[in-house]
């Protein structure tokens, strides 16, 4: 695979997995609206891949040693990846009733952390699974106690 797909798209998988689901956690905590999750996802989807994607172009043209094709390989790699990884999050939202279907993402959420690492990991895969399922793990932690902070906040 070409190291600007490659960037592209573990930037895209990593980012979109850690985002919507902060995002599903957050908004639950806060809200325990299907309707208001399913919005949520569908502008991660779209605002933050777009908003992704050009920071991704961005960075690898400020690599002066990158072409014109790479960096637009990797640009198109991140929309692609984080749009599809935050979109299959939809599936148990929709399918579900809410409480079982934040589980099931953040199950799912972290099975594809987990496997992307077993991938990348090379030598040291347990070392690599384990940092980046902690720090999916703190992320979730934090924003559940965001949102239910901000909706006693209100409340």
Avoid: C
């Avoid at 933050?48 to 690599?63: N, Q, T």
Wanted: glycine share 8%; no cysteine; hydrophobic share 55%.
């Amino acid at each position: 695979m070409r190291k600007s797909i490659k960037k592209g798209l573990s930037f895209g998988l990593t980012s979109g997995i850690i985002t919507t689901l902060g995002l599903i956690v957050g908004l639950n905590s806060g809200t325990h609206s299907k309707a208001v999750i399913l919005s949520g996802i569908f502008i991660i989807a779209i605002a933050d891949s777009l908003s992704d994607a050009f920071g991704i172009h961005v960075s690898e043209e400020a690599a002066s040693n990158n072409s014109h094709e790479h960096v637009w390989q990797a640009t198109f790699a991140t929309f692609f990846s984080k749009f599809v990884f935050a979109l299959t999050f939809i599936i148990p939202v929709l399918l579900l009733p809410l409480q079982t279907a934040i589980i099931v993402s953040v199950v799912w959420g972290l099975l594809l952390i987990g496997i992307f690492s077993y991938y990348i990991g090379e030598d040291k895969k347990l070392k690599v699974i384990a940092e980046h399922l902690i720090m999916a793990v703190v992320v979730i932690l934090i924003t559940n106690f965001v949102g239910g902070f901000v909706n006693n906040l209100i409340l």
